[in-house]
């Protein structure tokens, strides 16, 4: 077992956002140049926006997709996966982050609560297939063969994210949580840091700005994740 600032950790729960692929070169959503800066997510990350132009959000979804390729993963990514190998104790690491970055940079168990670039779904089957290459309304389901039923992979606004009973029934158990690179705007991810406290865990935010709930947390570390998450994984694993 380590101990962090006195706290006996054992149990870690870390959840990541935008900024910890930053240093990627993946852009985020809402720092200045960010994704939401260039198009209004109401426009492209609602089902509502999907039934409306459904070109329009393919094309934004397949763009990001094939960007994936010219990216690596950073020291942030490949510390957070170094953690989760060598710790004595539980990692679990959710993301709101539909790149794959934390997959490349070594990590066996990665939690996708707004789902995956290189994931599509099928609307009639229900089946979620890898998705290599571009896909619109003309392409055929690999697995049930109907057309026109593929849509990202990705929990738009207004729906319900992923893995939600997995996930806070480990912040229940958790002494650990650590919020990396998210600007604590998008629920209910902005509120796990809540129920962490509840849990009597201790709770540090990293961030090289402030975010929206940055008072919530017990200790905060401010910088860039490949600096800050390098550090504070070696202190947890020195001990
Ligand atoms: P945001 O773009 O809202 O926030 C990114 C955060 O990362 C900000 O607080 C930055 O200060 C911080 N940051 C940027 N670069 C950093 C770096 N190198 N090191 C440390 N921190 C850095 O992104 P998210 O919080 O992830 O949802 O956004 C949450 C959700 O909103 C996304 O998953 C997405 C979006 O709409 C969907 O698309 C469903």
Redesign the pocket.
């Known amino acids: 077992m380590a101990r962090l600032n006195g706290h006996a950790v054992n149990r870690i729960v870390i959840l990541t ?3 910890v692929s ?2 990627s070169g993946l852009a ?4 200045s140049g ?1 994704l ?1 800066e260039n198009h209004d ?1 109401m426009l492209i ?1 609602t089902p509502e926006a999907f039934a409306r132009d459904p070109d329009l959000v393919y094309r934004f979804y397949n763009a990001r997709r094939s960007q994936l390729d010219n990216v690596l993963p950073n020291a942030a990514h490949r510390a957070i996966a170094r953690l989760q190998q060598a710790f004595s104790g539980d990692v679990f690491l959710v993301t ?2 539909v790149d794959d970055l934390h997959e490349r940079g070594g990590s066996g168990q990665v939690c996708h609560m ?1 789902g995956q670039l290189r994931s599509m779904l099928c609307k009639k089957c229900g089946a979620a297939q890898p998705a290599a290459d571009d896909y619109d309304r003309s392409t055929r389901c690999p697995r049930c063969g109907v057309v026109g039923g593929l849509r990202p992979d ?4 207004g729906e319900i994210p992923f893995h939600m009973d997995t996930i806070l029934a480990r912040l229940r158990v958790c002494d650990l949580f650590i919020a990396i ?3 604590g ?2 629920y209910p ?1 902005a509120g796990f840091v809540r129920e962490a406290v509840v849990s009597n865990a201790l709770t540090i935010e ?4 402030l ?1 929206d709930v940055t008072g919530l947390f017990h200790l905060r570390r401010r910088g ?2 490949t600096t800050e998450v390098v550090a504070l994984v070696e202190e947890l694993l020195a001990d």
């Open positions: 956002g935008a900024g930053a240093e985020t959503f809402r720092d960010g939401w997510p990350a709101q982050n707004h990705i929990v738009w606004f690179g998210t600007s705007v998008v991810a990293v961030n090289r700005e975010s860039m994740a």
